[in-house]
Protein backbone atom coordinates (compact mmCIF):
# COMPACT_ATOMS: atom_id res chain seq x y z
CA UNK A 1 0.00 0.00 0.00
CA UNK A 2 1.26 3.73 -0.80
CA UNK A 3 1.82 5.32 2.21
CA UNK A 4 1.34 8.38 0.59
CA UNK A 5 -2.32 10.17 1.62
CA UNK A 6 -4.60 10.47 -1.56
CA UNK A 7 -6.26 14.29 -0.39
CA UNK A 8 -8.80 16.01 -1.77
CA UNK A 9 -8.35 19.74 -3.12
CA UNK A 10 -7.64 22.58 -0.03
CA UNK A 11 -8.60 23.31 2.24
CA UNK A 12 -8.91 20.53 4.47
CA UNK A 13 -6.94 20.12 8.40
CA UNK A 14 -3.87 17.93 8.87
CA UNK A 15 -3.04 17.01 12.29
CA UNK A 16 0.81 16.71 13.07
CA UNK A 17 1.57 14.13 15.73
CA UNK A 18 5.49 14.05 16.51
CA UNK A 19 6.46 11.59 18.56
CA UNK A 20 10.00 10.02 20.58
CA UNK A 21 9.01 6.53 21.52
CA UNK A 22 10.26 4.99 24.78
CA UNK A 23 11.95 1.47 24.60
CA UNK A 24 9.95 -1.15 24.74
CA UNK A 25 6.25 -2.71 24.30
CA UNK A 26 6.67 -3.30 20.84
CA UNK A 27 4.10 -5.60 20.74
CA UNK A 28 1.22 -3.52 22.30
CA UNK A 29 2.34 -0.36 20.30
CA UNK A 30 1.98 -2.26 17.15
CA UNK A 31 -1.64 -3.98 18.13
CA UNK A 32 -2.60 -0.44 18.95
CA UNK A 33 -1.26 1.52 16.07
CA UNK A 34 -2.98 -1.42 13.69
CA UNK A 35 -6.17 -0.96 15.29
CA UNK A 36 -6.13 2.72 14.96
CA UNK A 37 -5.00 2.84 11.51
CA UNK A 38 -8.27 0.00 11.43
CA UNK A 39 -10.79 2.56 13.23
CA UNK A 40 -9.80 6.21 12.09
CA UNK A 41 -10.87 5.28 8.65
CA UNK A 42 -14.30 4.62 9.59
CA UNK A 43 -14.62 8.11 11.48
CA UNK A 44 -16.55 10.43 9.26
CA UNK A 45 -14.14 13.28 7.59
CA UNK A 46 -10.87 11.07 7.80
CA UNK A 47 -8.90 11.92 4.71
CA UNK A 48 -5.89 9.80 5.06
CA UNK A 49 -2.68 8.86 7.17
CA UNK A 50 0.84 9.28 6.32
CA UNK A 51 3.29 8.39 8.91
CA UNK A 52 7.10 7.62 9.18
CA UNK A 53 9.35 6.61 12.23
CA UNK A 54 13.06 6.69 11.94
CA UNK A 55 15.75 4.30 13.16
CA UNK A 56 16.08 6.29 16.64
CA UNK A 57 12.15 6.23 17.09
CA UNK A 58 11.06 9.32 16.24
CA UNK A 59 8.38 9.51 14.25
CA UNK A 60 5.82 12.12 12.44
CA UNK A 61 2.16 10.99 11.61
CA UNK A 62 0.14 13.52 9.88
CA UNK A 63 -3.10 12.78 9.53
CA UNK A 64 -5.83 14.35 7.46
CA UNK A 65 -9.93 15.57 8.49
CA UNK A 66 -12.06 17.10 5.92
CA UNK A 67 -12.66 19.87 9.09
CA UNK A 68 -12.37 20.45 12.96
CA UNK A 69 -15.07 18.77 13.83
CA UNK A 70 -14.03 15.50 12.27
CA UNK A 71 -10.86 15.65 14.22
CA UNK A 72 -12.61 16.42 17.38
CA UNK A 73 -14.67 13.30 16.81
CA UNK A 74 -11.73 11.43 16.24
CA UNK A 75 -9.87 12.57 19.56
CA UNK A 76 -13.05 11.42 21.28
CA UNK A 77 -13.49 8.09 20.07
CA UNK A 78 -13.53 5.61 22.77
CA UNK A 79 -10.31 3.18 21.65
CA UNK A 80 -8.75 6.24 20.61
CA UNK A 81 -8.86 7.85 23.87
CA UNK A 82 -7.40 4.69 25.65
CA UNK A 83 -4.61 5.12 23.08
CA UNK A 84 -3.91 8.47 23.76
CA UNK A 85 -3.80 7.21 27.49
CA UNK A 86 -1.59 4.46 26.87
CA UNK A 87 0.42 7.02 24.96
CA UNK A 88 1.20 9.62 27.13
CA UNK A 89 1.69 6.76 30.27
CA UNK A 90 4.11 4.29 28.40
CA UNK A 91 4.99 4.63 24.91
CA UNK A 92 6.27 8.27 23.96
CA UNK A 93 8.75 9.81 26.17
CA UNK A 94 7.46 13.05 24.35
CA UNK A 95 5.38 14.24 21.62
CA UNK A 96 3.42 17.36 19.93
CA UNK A 97 0.20 17.64 18.87
CA UNK A 98 -0.50 20.65 15.94
CA UNK A 99 -4.04 20.75 14.32
CA UNK A 100 -3.40 22.76 10.46
CA UNK A 101 -5.20 24.04 8.05
CA UNK A 102 -4.19 23.04 4.77
CA UNK A 103 -4.50 25.81 1.66
CA UNK A 104 -2.64 24.68 -0.95
CA UNK A 105 -0.24 22.06 -2.53
CA UNK A 106 2.87 22.44 -3.78
CA UNK A 107 3.63 21.89 -7.05
CA UNK A 108 7.45 21.95 -7.58
CA UNK A 109 7.81 25.17 -9.07
CA UNK A 110 9.20 28.23 -7.32
CA UNK B 1 19.88 17.64 19.58
CA UNK B 2 16.48 17.36 20.01
CA UNK B 3 14.66 16.33 16.83
CA UNK B 4 11.33 18.18 18.20
CA UNK B 5 10.61 22.15 16.65
CA UNK B 6 10.23 24.64 19.54
CA UNK B 7 7.92 26.56 17.74
CA UNK B 8 6.02 29.91 19.37
CA UNK B 9 2.31 30.22 19.67
CA UNK B 10 0.32 29.70 16.86
CA UNK B 11 -0.97 30.37 14.33
CA UNK B 12 2.27 30.11 12.39
CA UNK B 13 2.83 28.29 8.67
CA UNK B 14 3.80 24.34 8.41
CA UNK B 15 5.34 22.51 5.09
CA UNK B 16 4.41 19.13 5.09
CA UNK B 17 6.93 17.46 2.62
CA UNK B 18 6.58 13.84 2.22
CA UNK B 19 8.63 11.94 -0.10
CA UNK B 20 9.77 8.46 -1.12
CA UNK B 21 13.39 8.35 -1.43
CA UNK B 22 15.34 6.42 -4.63
CA UNK B 23 17.48 4.30 -4.02
CA UNK B 24 21.55 5.38 -4.40
CA UNK B 25 23.19 8.14 -4.54
CA UNK B 26 23.28 8.34 -0.39
CA UNK B 27 26.23 10.48 -0.15
CA UNK B 28 24.80 13.03 -2.16
CA UNK B 29 21.85 13.22 -1.01
CA UNK B 30 22.93 13.35 2.17
CA UNK B 31 25.62 16.11 1.65
CA UNK B 32 22.87 18.36 0.32
CA UNK B 33 20.59 17.46 3.34
CA UNK B 34 22.88 18.76 5.82
CA UNK B 35 23.80 21.69 3.57
CA UNK B 36 19.92 22.71 3.49
CA UNK B 37 19.60 22.27 7.33
CA UNK B 38 22.46 24.86 7.25
CA UNK B 39 21.19 27.47 5.24
CA UNK B 40 17.02 26.84 6.42
CA UNK B 41 17.75 28.22 10.11
CA UNK B 42 19.36 31.41 7.77
CA UNK B 43 16.24 32.40 6.42
CA UNK B 44 14.35 34.97 7.43
CA UNK B 45 10.90 33.72 9.48
CA UNK B 46 12.10 29.81 9.87
CA UNK B 47 11.00 28.81 13.19
CA UNK B 48 11.73 24.79 12.93
CA UNK B 49 12.15 21.51 11.09
CA UNK B 50 10.88 18.07 12.22
CA UNK B 51 11.70 14.81 10.30
CA UNK B 52 11.62 11.53 9.81
CA UNK B 53 12.33 8.54 7.58
CA UNK B 54 11.81 4.96 7.87
CA UNK B 55 13.84 1.73 6.94
CA UNK B 56 11.81 1.49 3.48
CA UNK B 57 12.78 5.50 2.26
CA UNK B 58 9.40 7.05 3.11
CA UNK B 59 10.18 10.67 4.83
CA UNK B 60 8.43 13.14 6.54
CA UNK B 61 9.67 16.94 6.73
CA UNK B 62 7.97 19.28 8.48
CA UNK B 63 9.39 22.64 8.12
CA UNK B 64 7.70 25.37 10.60
CA UNK B 65 7.36 29.45 9.34
CA UNK B 66 6.46 32.59 10.31
CA UNK B 67 4.74 33.20 7.51
CA UNK B 68 3.88 32.91 4.05
CA UNK B 69 6.18 35.23 2.87
CA UNK B 70 8.95 33.16 4.69
CA UNK B 71 7.78 29.75 2.58
CA UNK B 72 8.19 31.61 -0.91
CA UNK B 73 11.72 33.07 0.09
CA UNK B 74 13.30 29.84 1.06
CA UNK B 75 11.04 28.55 -2.13
CA UNK B 76 13.41 30.56 -4.25
CA UNK B 77 16.56 31.00 -2.09
CA UNK B 78 18.95 29.73 -4.65
CA UNK B 79 20.90 26.87 -3.61
CA UNK B 80 17.77 25.37 -2.04
CA UNK B 81 16.11 25.58 -5.91
CA UNK B 82 18.93 23.34 -7.60
CA UNK B 83 18.38 20.78 -4.01
CA UNK B 84 14.14 20.97 -5.17
CA UNK B 85 15.84 20.26 -8.79
CA UNK B 86 17.97 17.09 -7.81
CA UNK B 87 15.10 16.23 -5.78
CA UNK B 88 12.76 15.74 -8.76
CA UNK B 89 15.17 14.27 -11.25
CA UNK B 90 17.41 11.99 -9.19
CA UNK B 91 16.56 11.47 -5.00
CA UNK B 92 13.09 11.01 -4.73
CA UNK B 93 10.31 8.57 -6.63
CA UNK B 94 7.86 10.67 -5.08
CA UNK B 95 6.34 13.66 -3.30
CA UNK B 96 4.19 15.83 -1.87
CA UNK B 97 4.24 19.12 -0.56
CA UNK B 98 1.53 20.27 1.86
CA UNK B 99 1.18 23.99 2.91
CA UNK B 100 -0.88 24.50 6.22
CA UNK B 101 -1.67 27.25 9.06
CA UNK B 102 -0.80 26.10 12.27
CA UNK B 103 -3.84 27.51 14.12
CA UNK B 104 -3.54 25.39 17.52
CA UNK B 105 -2.03 22.98 19.56
CA UNK B 106 -2.81 19.88 21.04
CA UNK B 107 -2.56 19.71 25.17
CA UNK B 108 -3.41 15.41 25.35
CA UNK B 109 -6.76 16.13 26.82
CA UNK B 110 -10.21 15.73 24.92
Redesign the interface.
Known amino acids: MS ?3 R ?1 PE ?1 PYY ?3 F ?1 S ?1 RSPGDESGYEEMATRMMELAPRQPGYLGT ?7 G ?3 T ?1 SYWRDEAAITAW ?2 QAEH ?1 EA ?1 RLG ?1 NKWYS ?1 F ?13 K ?1
Not at 50 to 56: C, L, T
Not at 96 to 108: F, H, Q, T
Open positions: PFATPAVITQESARDGDFGIVKQLQRRSLRIAKVERVGNGP
